[in-house]
């Protein structure tokens, strides 16, 4: 695997199911098992984001910074960009938005998914919790998934919150494959990656990384069943 797929810096890995949507060539399969198991059961389980570039990461990161896209808290409140010192900037991006680099959306190893049965016509996804959770569109395919993806390969990395990432009940990953990556990205590979980036905020993101690394990449659920 080369520092260019794991970083996603290359697509060479991905297989495109339609313009913009992609996921690993060797998620194709376990993938489209899951969803034909779901299908029987009632489910139209869709693909709402799987591989993301590092570029893309890095105009979300970026913009983050600049105010030009909102940072939301915990509370699903916006934050005040320009009120936070730049360290608490790097923070408050990392509870919902990877460090470019370090998605697994990069690997594409891991899915956001909704079903697309629940949604009316009008509307709209908004990828938030509540549409997850008791009575929300996807809590029934959440709770069949939570029972049944394990034996696909799948299961929820960001299941509940522990001091890093928010919790993501959209977020799936194909263990199998996603344990390789995981496994090559170390620490000093991120280093090299994000120090010849054009990234807002470098300085502070380099002197950090130890402790970002620990708090909001590895620091994830694992897979029980692997
Ligand atoms: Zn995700």
Known sequence: MTIEILTGQSDQHIHWLSANTGIHQEVIEPWQKL??????????????????SFERQLAIWNKKCLGQLVIKDMNNKPVDVFSLSDDEIVQAILTFSALPGASRHHWGTDIDFYDKNALADDQKL????????DNGPFFALTQWLKQHAASYGFYFPYDKYRGGIAAEPWHLSYFPIAEK???Q???????????KADIK??????????????????????????
């Open 35 to 52: 969803c034909a198991a779901a299908d029987k059961q009632g489910f139209n389980l869709t693909i709402a984001s799987g591989f993301r």
């Open 126 to 133: 908004q990828l938030e919790p509540w549409e997850y959770q």
């Open 181 to 183: 990556f995981e496994t």
């Open 185 to 195: 990205l170390t620490q000093e590979k991120l280093y090299d990656c994000l120090q």
């Open 201 to 226: 905020l470098r300085a502070n993101i380099l002197m950090k990384l130890a402790e970002i690394y620990h708090q909001y990449i590895t620091n994830i659920g694992h897979n029980d069943h692997g």
